[in-house]
């Protein structure tokens, strides 16, 4: 069992490392884009730069979920009643 938790929390770690890294060279991308004037660059960069922040959003959020069931549970629900509320709105 605990190797199975291991090799989990190595996939995680290995997970966050690779958002860090996009994250990093998204950045590198988006500051190169600015430097020689070209919105293409820009764009890409900034598209891979908040595509690894969203997803180390999610590992983050998919983590505590597996930690905690119950709060994730909770969170979901409220999540559904206040789209519930704002959806039937007429």
């Not at 960069?45 to 959020?61: F, L, P």
């Not at 998919?62 to 519930?84: F, M, R, S, W, Y």
């Amino acid at each position: 069992m605990s190797d199975i938790n291991a090799d989990k929390n190595t996939q995680f770690a290995e997970d966050k490392a690779q958002n860090k890294l996009d994250e990093l060279a998204g950045s590198a991308q988006q500051q190169f884009g600015e430097f020689v004037d070209s919105p293409k660059h820009q764009v890409k960069g900034a598209a891979r730069k908040y595509a690894a922040q969203a997803s180390d959003a999610v590992s983050d959020v998919t983590e505590a979920v597996k930690n905690n069931p119950l709060t994730g549970l909770i969170a979901a629900g409220a999540v559904g009643i206040v789209l519930g509320l704002l959806l039937g709105r007429k």
